[in-house]
Structure formats: C-alpha cells, structure tokens
C-alpha cells in the first residue's frame, strides 16, 4: 500500500456485515455494562438508592463513563490510523454512557421516555446538521480529519444515547423485550432492502442504521438481564457483560477489518 493511498484511509472501519454485527454486540453489550455499574454497583435501583439526582448511580455512571470516553475520543483523534481494538473500544464506552446519561435523563431528571427520546433525536438532528453545514459531508468516508472525529463521535454518542431511551420506551409498551426487538430488527432489515432496492442516499440509511442498532440491543441486552416478572431472563448482568465482551474481542480477531476509503467528493 502507498503512503498517498495510507493517508486517504478514515480511522473508521468500511462497513460491512462483520461491521454491523460487533455494532449489534456491542450496544447489548454497553446496557448490560452501563447497568452494571448504575443500578448493581452504585444501588441506583435498590432500596437504599439516593434520593437526590445528584448523588445517583445513573449520574455518577455518566461522569464515570463519559470521562473514559473523552480520554478514548482523544487517543482515536491522536491515531495516525485505524485501529480495531482502539475503534469499538471508543464505541463501547459511547455506548456505555449511552445507557447511563439516557437513564438519567429520563428517570432521575423526570422527562420520561418520550421526552428524553424527543430530546436526544433532536440533538442528532442537530449534530449531522451542524457537521453537514460545517464540512459538507455527514459520510464516513470524510473521518479522517480531526474537525470530522469530533463530529463524527458527537454523533454516535448523542445516537446511541437516543437508542436506549427509545428502546426502553418501547420495551416497557405491550410488545415487551422480544416484541421490541422483532419491530427494531425488522426496521433494520427494511433499511438493509432499500440500501440495496432504492436510490435513497446511503448515508442517510448508514445513520439511521447506526441509531437503530442501539435500540436493538438495549432491548436485548435488558431481556437478557431484567427481572422474569418482567419478561426478562434474569441473567447476571455481569456475567453477560463479560460473555459479550469476549464475543465481541473474538470477532474483531477473527473479522478482517480495514479502514473505510476516504471519498472527498461524496456528500450527503
């Protein structure tokens, strides 16, 4: 490979099925994670919960989370190339403090499901309308430049945020774990038909894969752990974090993955 063509390669990986499939893992894998720390470590759902907000699992696990995330986001903008490893660990801890900072906004601030999801869906709005004005592009194939890191993971925070708040919105419904992941699963095969069947803008459709997977494996990965009065499984949460997290490091070991190709002329 020549250093000119090195030096168009994004720091993201190029999407493909192995792609979505550590993605799917890896959201189910940041709500069992994020209640892990929330609600089994610091108490957030027990009897000796505090009743302050400010004191709470769901903040405390935010500061926690979001604090690693700054520090991954920071060495994946320093990165001269992709890295796998470096990559969906930057995607897991978004997707952890995806799962807290949507908790806290929707219980202990008290706005609910449908308040926290209107909120963060307008945040996303607003984050690829920004960065679309900003570098005319919201494409991958434009993250290989440190300006389009920090929209790019901006986005996917505030997307994976929106995810699980709108999967357990729709979870706690009639429909329930198992209902809620046949309705977000069959949207995402829906998308996968029209990237293929359609015209409609590819980049369009990666983005509204990308928050979809989200909901997906919160309502997984709350079927795997919530309570069977609810409809759960009632497994260890910590247990099944480290059951997905070994899947996911076997995967990114086994799936060749190489960075997405840099397309400058591509807009959205």
């Not at 799917?24 to 940041?30: D, V």
């Not at 009897?47 to 302050?52: E, V």
């Not at 046949?182 to 995402?188: H, P, Q, R, Y």
């Amino acid at each position: 490979m020549t250093e000119d063509l090195k030096a168009v390669l994004t720091k993201v990986p190029a999407v493909t099925l192995g792609f979505w499939i550590i993605k799917i893992l890896a959201t189910t894998f940041g709500e069992t994670a994020g209640d892990t720390v929330s609600m089994s470590w610091l108490g957030e759902t027990t009897s000796a919960a505090p009743t302050s907000f400010w004191q709470g699992g769901y903040l405390i696990g935010t500061a926690v989370f979001a604090c690693l995330l700054a520090v991954l986001v920071f060495v994946q903008i320093r990165a001269k190339h992709f890295n796998p490893w470096l990559y969906w660990a930057t995607i897991i801890a978004s997707t952890t403090a995806g799962t807290t900072m949507a908790d806290f906004a929707t219980r202990s601030l008290g706005i609910g499901y449908p308040g926290g999801s209107v909120l963060l869906l307008s945040a996303v709005l607003l984050s690829l309308f920004v960065w679309h004005r900003a570098l005319g592009t919201i494409s991958v194939s434009s993250v290989h430049e440190p300006k389009a890191e920090l929209y790019y993971w901006l986005t996917i925070t505030f997307s994976q945020t929106l995810g699980t708040a709108l999967g357990d919105w729709i979870a706690d419904g009639p429909l329930g774990y198992l209902g809620s992941a046949v309705i977000f699963g069959s949207l995402l095969a829906l998308i996968a038909l029209a990237y293929w069947r359609t015209r409609i803008s590819h980049v369009a459709l990666f983005w509204a894969a990308f928050i979809l997977t989200r909901p997906l494996g919160a309502v997984v990965g709350d079927f795997l752990d919530k309570p069977m009065s609810k409809g759960g499984l009632e497994l260890s949460r910590v247990g099944a974090s480290l059951v997905l997290g070994l899947a996911i490091g076997g995967l990114i070991l086994m799936v060749r993955q190489r960075a997405a190709p840099s397309a400058k002329d591509q807009t959205a």
